[in-house]
Nanobody, 122 residues
Framework: QVQLVESGGGLVQAGGSLRLSCAAS????????MGWYRQAPGREREFVAS????????SYADSVKGRFTISRDNAKNTVNLQMNSLKPEDTAIYYC???????????????WGQGTQVTVSS
């Protein structure tokens, strides 16, 4: 059973930085593409970033491009999201997601973590 545990959220002022981490278990992590999503109050969950299983391909939502960086550490089974130049509109619960197929480009599966709250004050 896939388990994803996010951490690193918190309260930060606009312009600040946070680093989120997601620890994965119950899967062959080094073969799994990973993604980050977020959900703000009253809004649908939206894609933020993804990274391929090999780590050589990343994708970002336009709203975070140039500010956020996704990375992975296969030795620790973790995927990270470095968030810089944070804005109040980045406030949301951030979720980690495991890709649906091994050794394939990222496509979301039904495996989600519990989320970590990020709040950016103006």
């Amino acid at each position: 059973q896939v388990q994803l545990v996010e951490s690193g959220g918190g309260l930060v002022q606009a312009g600040g930085s946070l680093r989120l981490s997601c620890a994965a278990s119950g899967l062959t992590f080094s073969w799994t593409s990973m993604g980050w999503y977020r959900q703000a109050p009253g809004r649908e969950r939206e894609f933020v970033a993804s990274i391929s299983w090999s780590g050589d391909s990343t994708s970002y939502a336009d709203s975070v491009k140039g500010r956020f960086t996704i990375s992975r550490d296969n030795a620790k089974n973790t995927v990270n999201l470095q968030m810089n130049s944070l804005k109040p509109e980045d406030t949301a619960i951030y979720y980690c997601n495991a890709g649906v197929r091994y050794r394939s480009s990222y496509a979301p599966s039904a495996s989600w973590g519990q989320g970590t709250q990020v709040t950016v004050s103006s």
